[in-house]
């Protein structure tokens, strides 16, 4: 199945909506279990990813989850959620540019998981009764 490609203005269209989304999104208080998050990054040309830091569901600790938005959303989805996601990948089946979201967070993901502050001037460790942008 060939999809025509887009137009300069479909193009522009959809980076207007992804936008609007992000705005959507980013107003809405985040779950209270988020202990940290990174900024949104744009990947791709239809969708905006962020790594968060939760409490692990499986072992004592904390995890990792990527989150992202398109430019319908009104919500972040989980990476479980993404079209190609699979298990069994070594990626998951997610786009491999979230390498670069990963890295330019690296060392604040590292002090979160192991339990103290991220470290940074531009985010805080974000706590439960917290209103989050």
């Known amino acids: ?71 319908t959303a009104t919500y972040w989805h989980d990476q479980q959620d993404w079209p190609s996601y699979d298990f069994n990948d070594t990626y998951l089946g997610l786009p491999m540019a979230l390498r670069t979201l990963f890295d330019k967070h690296k060392s604040e993901i590292a002090n979160v998981l192991a339990g103290e502050p991220a470290n940074t001037g531009m985010l805080e460790l974000v706590s439960s009764d917290q209103e989050v942008a």
Do not use: F
């Not at 936008?19 to 779950?31: F, G, M, N, T, Y």
């Not at 202990?35 to 949104?40: A, D, E, F």
């Open 1 to 71: 199945m060939n999809k025509h490609p887009m137009t300069k203005e479909e193009k522009a269209a959809m980076a207007d909506r992804l936008e609007s989304a992000l705005k959507i999104v980013q107003q809405r208080k985040d779950d209270p279990n988020v202990l940290y998050k990174t900024p949104p990054m744009k990947i791709g040309s239809q969708s905006y990813w962020r790594l968060i830091v939760i409490p692990s569901s499986y072992a004592p600790g904390r995890a990792t989850l990527y989150q992202w938005i398109s430019a």
